[in-house]
Structures are given as C-alpha cells and as structure tokens.
C-alpha cells in the first residue's frame, strides 16, 4: 500500500526558505507512470497546485509561485522535496505531497502544517 | 480566484440527491477528460471519489457518479448520507501552461 510522509519544520520565519520533505513507501519514486506533486491549503481556504517533478528530474511548477520553488527528487532514498523560499505569512499553509497519477489524480499524504511566522 | 468555478455551498436531506458544478473554460474542464473530484473531511487529507471525469477509483461508493457538459463537470451524489457532509473539490488538466493543474475553489456539502 502507496503511503507518502511530509517531514520538515512546522515553522518558519518570514523571508526565509521552507523546506519539506515526502518520504515515499509501499511503492517506487521511480516508476516510469507517475509524477510527485506537492499540493498545499491555506487555513480555511482552498486546494493550490505548487508543482511536480519525474523521477528523471523534469519539473513543471506553477506559473505563480514559480520564481520561488525548486521542487528535487532523490531516487536512492525515494524521497522528493519542496523548497520555497522568501516565504511571507501568505505562505502559511498545510502542505500535501502527493503521487500524480495523471494529469489531475493524485493519491495524497497526510499533509503537514507549515506556519510562517516571526 | 480559483481557476475552475464551484458552489460555495449545497445541500440535502438523507437520501437525496445533490449536483455540484464545475465551470472552467475550453482550455481545462471543456478541453480535456481529465477532470478529478476530491472529498475532504475536516482536519484529513482530500480523498479521490471520480477521475477523469467519470471514472470511480475501487473502493468508491456507486452513489457518487461524475459527467461532463461543454465547460461544466459535474459531481452527483445519489442517496444521501450523514457521511457525505464533506468539501469537495473538482481538478482539472489546463494547457494554459506546462503540465499545469488547476482547483476549483471548494464545495461544503451539509447533509441536513
């Protein structure tokens, strides 16, 4: 059975870079059929696509947040991982990653709450 | 604004049936077959109920069924239940951009 674990620091200070981690069991980072997304939810809000990446490194973000994410994979551990960096309080969010099955299928991990905060 | 339009909120008594709309434009919901529907229950992570626009991953109740119409999907929910009350969120493909997935902005579903 696919589980997908966020790992990282619940808290950031503004400016600063947000690093997660998705730590991948039950299945392979590297099979040729899926991409690896990350997905957050700002509190009480909606569902925003930040970007995903191929095992091969080929990444698509969104346009919107695209000059401050890196989203890179590490296959010998079958984990992949989101940076974003000058995060502000808008950054404040329940980030998911996510196995993407197609173009708009994902199975989801748990997620984790990242707060920017001084 | 999200990308793709929903109802803020619907709902409906035990055993009814509920639809929730979806309006994106031709370069997402109308363009394409792939538009997902998610259920998400407070504090817990969204849970795929239809992909590509129609299909039931197993494990799915029958009572949730998806279509599509120009540039509105749609979710129906067929004999209510108190387990339904939920968010639901549709998902489309867009071209507007490389690989770019779009959301709508959420449904709260309240079963009366």
């Known amino acids: 059975q696919l589980q997908l674990q966020e790992s990282g620091p619940g808290l950031v200070k503004p400016s600063e870079t947000l690093s997660l981690t998705c730590t991948v069991s039950?299945?392979?980072?590297?099979?040729?059929?899926?991409?690896w997304g990350w997905i957050r939810q700002p509190p009480g809000k909606g569902l925003e696509w930040i970007g995903s990446i191929y095992y091969s490194g080929s990444t698509y973000y969104n346009p919107s947040l695209k000059s401050r994410v890196t989203i890179s994979v590490d296959t010998s551990k079958n984990q992949f991982s989101l940076k974003l960096s000058s995060v502000t309080a808008a950054d404040t969010a329940v980030y998911y990653c996510a196995r993407q099955v197609a173009a708009a299928q994902f199975d989801w991990g748990q997620g984790t709450l990242v707060t920017v905060s001084s | 604004q999200s990308a793709l339009t929903q109802p803020a909120s619907v709902s409906g008594s035990p055993g009814q049936s509920i639809t929730i709309s979806c309006t994106g434009t031709s370069s997402d919901v109308g363009g394409y077959n792939y538009v997902s529907w998610y259920q998400q229950h407070p504090g817990k992570a969204p849970k795929l109920m239809i992909y590509?626009?129609?299909n039931r991953p197993s494990g799915v109740s029958n009572r949730f069924s998806g279509s599509k119409s120009g540039n509105t999907a749609s979710l129906t929910i067929s004999g209510l239940q108190a387990e339904d009350e939920a968010d639901y969120y549709c998902?489309?493909?867009?071209?507007?951009?490389?690989?770019?997935?779009?959301f709508g902005g959420g449904t709260k579903l309240t079963v009366l």
């Open positions: 998902s489309s493909y867009t071209s507007s951009s490389t690989l770019y997935v779009v």
């Open positions: 590509d626009v129609s």
């Open positions: 039950g299945g392979s980072i590297s099979s040729s059929s899926y991409y």
